[in-house]
């Protein structure tokens, strides 16, 4: 009973603690900023709003408070030490690192960095001086590199299962130079998560004020010396990833981002316990954390520059790029990466020549459809009237289409001044592979 009168207690100054913090109102505000403009870039593109962003901004809170719980009891097992030094630590370095570069935001990077910094710093006496050096030197030398490792490990894990889950469905479609100029079909996606963990964690050398003396019921497997003490700290963290394909449908494009991150998530965990068996071995688990995040990148960018767009007409008919929610499309079952062949018994290789076979039958429509597997299927409606005038598909770029999503921004700094999300074709800027609000590159925080 005292056992669970103590770990009630810590849990309500720990959540108290977390809402005073502003980490995690800052991870809202970053979020809804990469909303608002993912929107407003769908808005310049094809006229219509395809996301609503209260609705994302909504599901994303919810979702990461699902996992902040779940990682919150892992972790309690684990027994990662993070105090809020190490708060303001991460979320320091990642602010620095952020002004190079908007994925830099990730804590795989701020860990790394520290963990390099905190192994350099042991070869010196400066965590044995005086003044703010040597404060700050004696503040990194207490961080848990070890059990922050685990930590960013565990949130990949959770990321990797969200990205399986959601990364498809809220994908943006996106008009992007392809090579040698050419306008083509492609995909965003990008989801983030403000995550708020609840951690438990050992109180060396006695219990500071605030902290519980009573005996846990279980003893976590990494740590200091718990029988001295222990409290729950807040950590506020923001997980999430940034994803763009022209040549796979945005379901594939998950699962591929997903597998990557399921694999960088056990081998940091793995090194991360070999960093705690033997410490001499945690340089290998900070160059893990940094290098391996890297090579995601890599492996996203090679696979996409080796492969032909997928989002482009052939003579087949015409590529659908996406469909519009609550329109005859959806309603059709017709799905992005499918072509139209025929409508109403007439072939279509255009915008003009879709809306002319549309027009031989205004009351009802016959599509011939080649499936993502080529296969051939029939579907058939009824049309009626103020209903969108293409059904609802939004079709791969073709030789007329005078927008195009515009290079992302690479810094926060570029991220707050940008207010063009989309470049006009024929523009005096000269046409570049789109990167999305992360850089176009994976972001996993």
Known sequence: MNQALALLQQFQLALLQLLVQPFYYVAILFILLQYTKQIKLERQLFAVKLHIWPRLLGRAIVTGLLVGIAVSLIGAF???????????????????????????????????????????????????GEGLVGQAAASLAAMDMTGLFMLVAL?????????????????????????????????????FWPVPLLLLVPIGGGAGAGASTAALPWTPLLGADWSQGWTIAALPMIIGFSELTRSMLPEEKARHA??????????????????WWLPMLLPIAALCSLLLHEAIIWRSRRLENASSPLFVHDQRGLRLLG???????????????????????????????????????????????????????????????????QLGVILAPDEDANFYAAPGPASLIDLLRRKRTAHRRGSSSVPAPVKSAASGEKTSV
């Not at 072509?339 to 809306?355: C, E, M, P, Q, T």
């Open 78 to 128: 684990i027994g990662v030490t993070v105090t809020q030094q190490s708060v303001m630590w991460l979320w320091g370095v990642s602010a620095l690192l952020m002004l190079f570069r908007i994925r830099y935001l990730c804590f795989a990077y701020a860990a790394g960095v520290l963990g390099l910094l905190q192994w350099i710093v042991g070869f010196t006496p400066l965590a044995s």
């Open 155 to 191: 949130l990949h894990l959770a990321e990797a299962l969200l990205v399986r889950n959601q990364g498809g469905k809220l994908a943006t479609p996106l008009f992007l130079s392809g090579k040698r100029g050419k306008i083509v079909g492609g995909y965003m996606l990008q989801s």
């Open 258 to 275: 997903a597998k990557g991150l399921l694999l960088y998530s056990v081998v940091l965990a793995a090194a991360a316990l070999l960093a």
């Open 323 to 389: 469909i519009l929610p609550q329109t005859p499309a959806e309603a059709l079952g017709l799905q992005a990466g499918e072509i139209i062949s025929k409508v109403n018994g007439v072939r279509v290789h255009s915008k003009a020549d879709l809306h002319a076979a549309l027009h031989l039958n205004s009351a009802f429509c016959k599509l011939e459809v080649l499936n993502y597997a080529g296969e051939v299927k029939f579907v058939q409606r009824a049309r009626y009237e103020n209903e969108h005038h």
